[in-house]
């Protein structure tokens, strides 16, 4: 008779340990089910969010590879510092992984008359480098803390009050 009770709090015990591990695995697919907005994305891969322009609407990303796609609800353009004027497309693609961009389309910069796609952004510690393929360029990591808006840029205050 004892054996029979040890056989069955045994079997209650299995039972009851595959119901809480069943419950934990739902629980953890649940939160990982949620996906990241495309600035986290960035974020996750030590990127600042002020990468993309305000307004995207979303992402894909093959993890094992890093292809990537960047969806805007439009085009987008807008200047920096009064000097750099960058274009987005509806689709930005390219390959992510830790601290590097490449084969990126979509994201081009006007210098002098041309608009050069850049092709590349490396972080370097602090600093993010911009390729266009035959030259590159260097900015602050803390330049990239703020999404900047299409159209106005990173200057919508001073652009909305000069136009009213």
């Given at each position: 008779?004892?054996?029979?009770?040890?056989?069955?709090?045994?079997?209650?015990?299995i039972m009851s340990t595959i119901f809480v591990l069943c419950v934990?695995?739902?629980?953890?697919?649940?939160s990982n089910?949620?996906?990241?907005?495309?600035?986290e994305a960035l974020e996750q891969y030590n990127f600042p969010m002020g990468l993309l322009p305000r307004g995207a609407t979303g992402y894909s990303l093959n993890r094992e590879t890093?292809?990537?796609s960047a969806y805007l609800n439009g085009?987008?353009?807008?200047?920096?510092e009064k000097s750099y004027e960058l274009r987005y497309k509806p689709v930005i693609k390219?390959?992510?992984s830790e601290g590097r961009l490449q084969k990126l389309s979509g994201v081009s910069v006007k210098?002098?008359?041309?608009?050069?796609?850049?092709?590349e952004v490396k972080r370097n510690n602090e600093n993010l480098e911009f390729s266009v393929g035959f030259t590159s360029a260097n900015f602050p990591v803390r330049n990239f803390k703020e999404c900047?808006?299409?159209?106005?840029?990173?200057?919508?205050?001073?652009?909305?009050s000069s136009s009213s």
């Open positions: 008779m004892g054996w029979t009770i040890n056989i069955s709090v045994m079997i209650y015990l934990s695995a739902a629980h953890y697919n649940y089910d949620k996906k990241a907005s495309a600035y890093g292809e990537f085009s987008c353009s807008f200047t920096l390219g390959v992510i210098v002098m008359v041309l608009w050069l796609n850049i092709v900047p808006h299409c159209g106005c840029g990173l200057d919508c205050d001073k652009t909305w």
